[in-house]
């Protein structure tokens, strides 16, 4: 099924979805790699109030390639050149600690993730950007409202983004704990033995 989602996201918005179900996410979309991933749980060690929301958040695991211009009202203003999706399992084991914390409703990125189908089960779902399409996931982006961390980099850096129907996004990992990866992995394995 297709399904059209704003952020953010409730709990019953990621609990209706299946794997495999195509969905599109319009609204205030996070980028978070793997030093931004590090500093969230940081600052939660510590006691101290993150700089934005992570309240239904959505999380893109992505290091965009942005460019600052001269804005209409004659400040600055960042734009997107280019926003692909990295590989999401460079964050699995942070994961599970960030969703103890926060409720973060989805996470955005590539190639799937290991062991973190429990920690998701009931609260989050993961959904998978095809890798290559830069061009394509920055047109969907309208706005930048802000930057935070930027002292980490541009690539790993948290940049908030408005997108309108950012997608097609695949659900990966349902929140009854049913993951497309692995089920994948191991039906090819099955295959593969009985050659």
């Known amino acids: 099924m297709e399904y059209h989602l704003e952020t953010p996201l409730k709990e019953e918005d990621v609990e ?15 980028t978070a790699r793997d030093e931004a991933h590090a500093r969230i749980l940081e600052m939660h ?16 695991h992505c290091g965009p390639l942005m460019q600052k211009k001269e804005a209409e009202d004659g400040g600055e203003e960042w734009t997107v050149v280019a926003a692909g999706p990295t590989t999401s399992d460079r964050m699995s084991k ?4 960030l969703l103890k914390h926060y409720n973060v ?12 189908a429990e920690s998701l089960k009931g609260k989050c779902i993961y959904l998978a950007y095809t890798g290559g399409c830069a061009a394509l996931a920055a047109g ?22 408005e997108v309108d129907e950012f ?3 695949i659900v990966g990992i349902d929140t009854k704990a049913n993951d497309l990866f692995t089920s994948i992995k191991e039906k090819a394995r099955e295959s593969f033995s009985k050659k």
């Not at 060690?45 to 893109?60: K, V």
């Open 16 to 30: 209706q979805l299946n794997a495999g179900d195509i969905v599109y996410i319009s609204g205030i979309v996070l």
């Open 45 to 60: 060690e510590e006691g101290h109030e993150l700089p934005f929301d992570l309240e239904g958040a959505a999380i893109y």
């Open 94 to 97: 942070m994961t599970p600690e």
């Open 105 to 116: 409703r989805a996470l955005i990125g590539k190639g799937g993730m290991n062991n973190v």
């Open 140 to 161: 969907s982006i309208k706005r930048v409202p802000k930057v935070h961390w930027f002292d980490l980099g541009m690539p790993e850096a948290v940049w908030e983004l």
């Open 167 to 169: 997608g097609p996004l």
